[in-house]
């Protein structure tokens, strides 16, 4: 399994902007296709954005125009970037990797191999 590391997660604005980022210390995550997920408390846990080893990227319908998934491969990290955030885009905030890539399937959480613990985001005045 790849060991993942999330972080970036703070207490932002409505309004507001942050960068989470997801390294690995062993692992060279452009060998990987990653996800973001995100749980809310008492929801379940829901795709937000992944990026292929292509460089294919997809988004939630409910964060496109507003998040950006990318890759610095010479941190080995996958960031999503978020802006214009919303009290409804609170939760723990997970970055997962895969050895294959799945299209239109890829906010399916089963499809990934291996998790990070999370980071908390929490929009709020």
């Known amino acids: 399994q790849v060991q993942l590391v999330e972080s970036g997660g703070a207490l932002v604005q409505p309004g507001g902007s942050l960068r989470l980022s997801c390294a690995s210390s062993?692992?060279?995550?452009?060998?990987?296709?990653i996800g973001w997920f995100r749980q809310a408390p008492g929801k379940e846990r829901e795709g937000v954005s992944c990026?292929?080893?292509?460089?294919?990227?997809y988004y939630a319908d409910s964060v496109k125009g507003r998040f950006t998934i990318s890759r610095d491969n010479a941190k080995n990290t996958v960031n999503l970037h978020m802006n214009s955030l919303k009290p409804e885009d609170t939760a723990v905030y997970y970055c997962?990797?895969?050895?294959?890539?799945?299209?239109?399937?890829?906010?399916?959480?089963?499809?990934?191999?291996?998790w990070g613990q999370g980071t908390q985001v929490t929009v709020s005045s």
């Open positions: 990026i292929s080893r292509d460089g294919n990227t």
């Open positions: 997962a990797a895969s050895g294959r890539w799945y299209g239109r399937t890829w906010y399916r959480a089963a499809q990934y191999d291996s």
């Open positions: 062993r692992f060279t995550l452009d060998y990987y296709t």
